[in-house]
């Protein structure tokens, strides 16, 4: 079964910490790649594509290693407004999603 | 935000009783999907439509049924609902014109199978 592992968390990080989430994949042929974010009773929205390149949206970098099959997402200076679960996403034939990792950002 | 409603929003039901779910876009998005959420398992695919009367299964479609006749709107139904179906249903479109499309979500449905 293809599938996108998280560590589930929390994360539980004081405001203004760098926290970095990981996501490892099976699929070798998966093409393309997200990160979601979910807030509690809410839809997942995206958050950014990730290239292979690696990019950059303010706070948020994500990067991609093809050749280990893993995705990161990184939050700098995190506020308290980030605090959700961030879900990784992995396009194969369909869009195939990680379970999620909790984030908590504590005043 | 994309142009997505899910009705109804919250839903109480019996055991055996029919269920439908709609979700209406006003994007004219060509692919148009149902998943479920449930703690632990992250979003689900139930079924998946690539166009007016094409659908396909996916990964949980045991007990389920779509149809959609027209682009903007894709039924989700639950013929005879079970406990076990008890859980969040999205439904999400997309362009589907290029390598790093993806998907818009629906505000979601809340399904309780009594």
């Known amino acids: 079964r293809k599938e996108v592992e998280q560590d589930p968390g929390p994360f539980n990080v004081p405001e203004g910490a760098t926290v970095a989430f990981n996501c490892t994949y099976s699929?070798?042929?998966?093409?393309?790649f997200f990160w979601y974010r979910q807030d509690c009773r809410k839809e997942p929205k995206l958050l950014m594509s990730?290239?292979?390149s690696g990019n950059e949206d303010g706070r948020f970098t994500a990067q991609l290693n093809r050749a280990s099959q893993y995705i990161s997402l990184l939050i700098r200076d995190s506020k308290l407004s980030d605090s959700a679960t961030y879900l990784c996403?992995?396009?194969?034939?369909?869009?195939?999603f990680g379970p999620g990792t909790r984030l908590s950002v504590l005043p | 935000d994309a142009g997505i409603t899910q009705s109804p929003r919250h839903k109480v039901t019996e055991t055996g009783t029919p269920v439908t779910l709609r979700c209406h876009q006003t994007?004219?998005?060509?692919?148009m999907y149902w998943y479920r959420q449930d703690p632990g398992h992250g979003l689900r695919l139930i079924h998946y439509?690539?166009?007016?009367?094409?659908?396909d299964k996916g990964e949980v479609s045991d007990g389920y049924s779509v149809s959609r006749s027209k682009t903007e709107d894709f039924l989700l139904t639950l013929e005879s609902a079970t406990s076990s179906q008890t859980s969040v249903y999205f439904c999400?479109?997309?362009?589907?014109?290029?390598?790093?499309?993806?998907?818009?979500f629906g505000p979601g449905t809340r399904l309780t199978v009594l």
């Open positions: 999400a479109i997309s362009d589907g014109t290029h390598e790093e499309d993806t998907q818009y």
């Open positions: 699929n070798s042929a998966s093409q393309s």
């Open positions: 990730v290239y292979s």
């Open positions: 996403v992995v396009n194969e034939e369909n869009f195939v």
């Open positions: 994007e004219n998005h060509r692919y």
């Open positions: 439509s690539y166009g007016v009367k094409d659908t």
